[in-house]
């Protein structure tokens, strides 16, 4: 499989996190938080993997459909590079985010883009997904995130537009 193909597949596509707060801090208000994961979608979408990794801490992890963490500010930076690579045009929406009861959060997005990096299939695709964050200093501590890779994998051969075939 292609480097930009690899990236690809593990996208998050992020994309879930988990984000919760430690017993020392105030939890974030649901206006905090969606301005917060109103900024961490602005950072997807900008071609620039440093601002996605600005928003976890220090030691933070991202880890995408159960694979392997993402650990620290500069393998989330190459985590994040990997889609960005892969999919020039990338578009991430948010589609939701709230807290839970826990107090952890969940954000759900739509990618979209054209899989014209390198190597790439030239398709487009749009998947949705979620992260759940625990949050600690206003940060992501950890991001669990969770798409359909299956369904990732036939757009990425086929393209989002090809009718489903069972």
């Not at 900008?46 to 220090?58: E, I, N, R, Y």
């Not at 959060?105 to 739509?110: G, I, K, L």
């Not at 398709?123 to 759940?132: D, F, M, T």
Request: charged share 15%.
């Amino acid at each position: 499989m292609s480097r930009a193909r690899r990236f690809a597949s593990a996208l998050p596509l992020t994309l879930g996190l988990v984000a919760g707060c430690s017993s020392t801090e105030t939890p974030m208000t649901d206006a905090q938080l969606r301005a917060f994961a109103t900024d961490y979608t602005a950072a997807w979408c900008s071609q620039t993997a440093s601002k996605v990794a600005a928003h976890f801490g220090a030691d933070g992890s991202l880890t995408i459909n159960a694979g392997t963490p993402s650990v620290g500010r500069e393998a989330i930076t190459a985590s994040a590079q990997g889609f960005m690579t892969a999919f020039p045009d990338m578009i991430v929406a948010m589609d939701s985010v709230k807290l839970t009861s826990d107090g952890h959060a969940e954000y759900h997005w739509t990618l979209s883009g054209t899989n014209t990096g390198p190597n790439g299939t030239g398709k487009k695709v749009r998947v949705s997904g979620h992260e759940a964050w625990t949050l600690a200093h206003g940060l992501i501590a950890q991001s669990l995130g969770q798409f359909d890779a299956a369904e990732y994998e036939r757009q990425l051969k086929v393209g989002v537009d090809a009718p489903v075939v069972k």
